[in-house]
């Protein structure tokens, strides 16, 4: 009677024998399927997040063109109007085309490599490579031939630009003081202020020196910057070393510019406008200049004087008895002998006032008279209740009111 039941009970044993095996099995292919869904689902995430990456960027590089379709700027570096900006505009065209080029043969290796050992399923861990003699030739090899054919032409647009031109050159020295610049032509006699004129199509030397720190001239679509320095002091018999500028004007236009080195808090308010006009026009206004604006002396026909704008008049009176404008400011034609500031020749014919920083309207020019830190501040002018110190000199207020101002700004405005 024992006999079944112990049949029974070895074909149990029997059967969970063979059946540990099978569990074990079915365990490790369920351990390996978590694995593998587990690689699987880091796959996933390293696609999202280089699908993520490549949206970011492709927005950024969008982004980067849409402003790049913006309006035209004041002071480009990539619109030259000159012989120089067109050697210095050659060289960053040869530098930038050199660069796509390196730019294109990284991308294309990067991305062969990453598609033709990409990481695949069951895939052996890859032997380390230690050196490869031929790559390592080429990438040493491949960049100085691109620095050469780089240096080469950058050297001989150096000794280009430096080259003083040939003919007649129209020489004008340029001072750099703080904040505003300084423009004298020799040969003709002209000095103005912050607005230079030069005729289209004639070499000019732009001869530069500062009057106090270091600044730069640098008017973009003319060409490189150049450094303004204090001149020094050389022993009797030696040249002293200036910083030169040598260029032809190819358009007529206003173009922008700045001091481009740091000297003092109002460094970036000292602005630069150049006015490129045909020859007949740039006569027209040396021939301005040269003639004594009409207002600038009180008329000498009596008729003429009970014709005159009174407030121009009574202005006139307050440039030359009531203040001591006359201590820093000269006008051609008149008694005002001064070299300290601004040569006020004209002035009401600038377009803008404070080196670039104000339009030159009636309102504005109170404004500077008034109170020329709350404009450009740091400058070295005194206001109507502050006074300044210059080169170990106090000035003291002006102590105009507000009807001596209205009329000052009146004749300024008036000598166009």
């Known amino acids: 009677m024992f006999a079944p039941v112990a049949e029974a009970s070895g074909k149990r044993r029997i059967a969970r024998s063979a059946a540990g095996p ?4 079915r365990g ?5 399927r978590l694995t593998q869904a587990r690689l699987n689902q880091a ?16 927005l950024l590089l969008t982004m980067a063109m849409v402003s790049a379709c913006g309006e035209e700027y004041l002071q480009s570096t990539i619109d030259p109007v000159t012989d120089y900006g067109e050697v ?14 390196v730019l294109a043969v990284v991308w294309a290796v990067m991305a062969y490599i990453l598609v033709r050992f990409r ?8 032997k380390p490579v230690h050196g490869h003699m031929g790559l390592e030739i080429a990438w040493t090899i491949a960049p100085a031939i691109i620095v050469v054919a780089i240096t080469i032409p950058t050297i001989k647009g150096v000794f280009k630009v430096q080259r003083p031109p040939e003919g007649d050159a129209l020489v004008v020295e340029v001072t750099g003081k703080r904040y505003w610049w300084s423009f004298h032509i020799p040969e003709l006699g002209v000095t103005t202020a912050n607005e230079l004129h030069l005729p289209v199509g004639r070499p000019v030397s732009l001869r530069l020196e500062s009057g106090d720190v270091i600044h730069s001239f640098w008017v973009p679509r003319l060409g490189g910057k150049r450094d303004v320095n204090p001149v020094v002091t050389v022993r009797e018999g030696g040249e002293e070393k200036r910083n030169w500028m040598h260029f032809t004007l190819r358009e007529e236009g206003v173009f922008w510019g700045q001091c481009a080195e740091f000297c003092g808090e109002a460094h970036s308010l000292m602005g630069i406008r150049v006015v490129g006009e045909s020859e007949e026009d740039f006569q027209a206004w040396v021939s301005d200049w040269q003639t004594t604006a009409p207002t600038a002396n009180a008329p000498e026909d009596a008729s003429e004087a009970t014709t005159e704008n009174p407030l ?3 202005g006139r009176e307050v440039f030359f008895r009531e203040s001591y404008c006359v201590l820093c400011h000269s006008i051609q034609g008149t008694v005002a002998p001064g070299t300290i500031g601004p040569n006020l020749t004209r002035v ?7 080196a670039g920083m104000l339009e030159n309207t009636p309102e504005n020019l ?8 709350s404009v450009k501040p740091g400058v070295q002018m005194p206001g109507a209740q502050y006074d300044v110190t210059y080169e170990g000199v106090t000035f003291p207020p002006t102590n105009l009111d507000d009807e001596q101002i209205r009329a000052l700004a009146a004749y300024l405005s008036s000598m166009r």
């Open 22 to 25: 099978r569990i074990a099995l």
């Open 28 to 32: 490790v292919m369920s351990l390996r």
């Open 43 to 58: 796959r996933g995430m390293k696609n999202a997040n280089l699908l993520r990456w490549m949206r970011q960027v492709g």
């Open 88 to 101: 210095s505009q050659s060289l960053y065209l040869q530098v930038f085309w050199w660069t796509m080029i």
């Open 119 to 126: 990481e695949k399923p069951g895939q052996e861990r890859p």
């Open 312 to 314: 121009v008049a009574r």
């Open 348 to 354: 009401g014919g600038r377009s803008t006032i404070a």
């Open 366 to 373: 109170e404004l500077w008279i008034r109170d020329p830190r």
